[in-house]
């Protein structure tokens, strides 16, 4: 009996780090999770594409360079089909996102752009790897 009590002692002892370790990397899986990522596709309705892209391109603009917690507003179309946009978006947090909704850069462009859109379907993320994208982002001042 004895034996059998500094065995389950020993064998606590040596899953207990094993414990707390998994529990950090749950935590740091918890801090990527707090950062928004979402992919928005959108469809275009042909006649208005020059004009919608246009006015994206002002939104997107604003919303980096004037909120503080926007990482990306990264629109980009297919290859083979310029009427279906692809937005990347990266918010700080979900806050941010919410303020994001509330400027009058993003409201201009809900508002001018509603009949624009044939199609639109938001698809929420989380980043596998969050702690490599400043190092994606440095690399644009290269290019």
């Known amino acids: 009996m004895k034996y059998f009590k500094y065995m389950m002692v020993t064998l ?12 950090k990397k749950e935590d740091k899986i918890d801090e990527t999770s707090k950062m928004m990522v979402r992919i928005a596709e959108v469809e275009i309705e042909p006649e208005y594409l020059d004009e919608y892209i246009e006015i994206l391109k002002e939104e997107s603009a604003a919303s980096v360079k004037l909120e503080k917690g926007v ?7 297919q290859k083979n089909s310029k009427t279906s946009i692809r937005i990347l978006e990266i918010y700080a947090n979900h806050a941010a996102y919410e303020l994001h909704l509330k400027t009058p850069h993003f409201i201009k462009y809900k508002t001018s752009t509603v009949k624009m859109v044939k199609g639109l379907k938001l698809i929420d993320m989380y980043a596998i790897d969050s702690n490599n994208m400043p190092e994606i982002f440095s690399k644009l001042d290269e290019h």
């Open 71 to 77: 990482i990306s507003i990264f629109p980009m179309f």
């Open 12 to 23: 606590f002892m040596t899953l207990l780090p094993v414990s707390c370790t998994s529990q």
